[in-house]
């Protein structure tokens, strides 16, 4: 039987598929103790048991987007908190390659972060 997670994926057309498909690796192999749920009826990661970080697809634009839950505590430059309190994300074009530094940066600040 397929989970809801795997179903939210295979919902999706090219290039958006490949694209959350691809962030998914990504964030869940930085990590060992980053693990993916289905929460709000979208992918969410958890670190260490707590809510993280998890991916949406904008309904303006229609693009993707990483979203960070202690997103008011980090600096990034390619963070945008816009009217957000607390998260910030990182818009993903899916029609480019992932920006893996800025992504592999900003989910190393997000964990250094949650282990203060």
């Given at each position: 039987m397929?989970?809801?997670?795997?179903?939210?994926?295979?919902?999706?057309?090219?290039?958006l598929?490949?694209?959350?498909?691809?962030?998914?690796?990504v964030?869940?192999?930085?990590?060992?103790?980053?693990?993916?749920?289905?929460?709000?009826?979208?992918p969410?990661?958890?670190y260490?048991?707590k809510?993280?970080?998890?991916?949406?697809?904008?309904?303006?634009?229609?693009?993707?987007?990483?979203?960070?839950?202690?997103?008011?505590l980090?600096?990034?430059p390619?963070l945008?908190?816009e009217?957000?309190?607390?998260?910030?994300?990182?818009?993903?074009?899916?029609?480019?390659?992932l920006?893996?530094?800025?992504?592999?940066?900003?989910?190393?600040?997000?964990?250094?972060i949650?282990?203060?």
């Open positions: 397929i989970s809801k997670l795997d179903k939210y994926y295979l919902s999706k057309d090219e290039p598929r490949s694209c959350l498909l691809a962030l998914r690796d964030i869940a192999g930085h990590d060992r103790q980053i693990t993916k749920e289905w929460k709000f009826n979208f969410f990661f958890y260490k048991g809510m993280f970080c998890y991916t949406r697809i904008d309904k303006k634009t229609g693009q993707p987007y990483l979203g960070f839950m202690d997103g008011s980090m600096s990034h390619a945008i908190q009217n957000r309190s607390k998260i910030k994300i990182l818009p993903i074009d899916p029609n480019a390659d920006p893996m530094q800025y992504i592999s940066d900003i989910l190393t600040q997000a964990i250094a949650r282990n203060k």
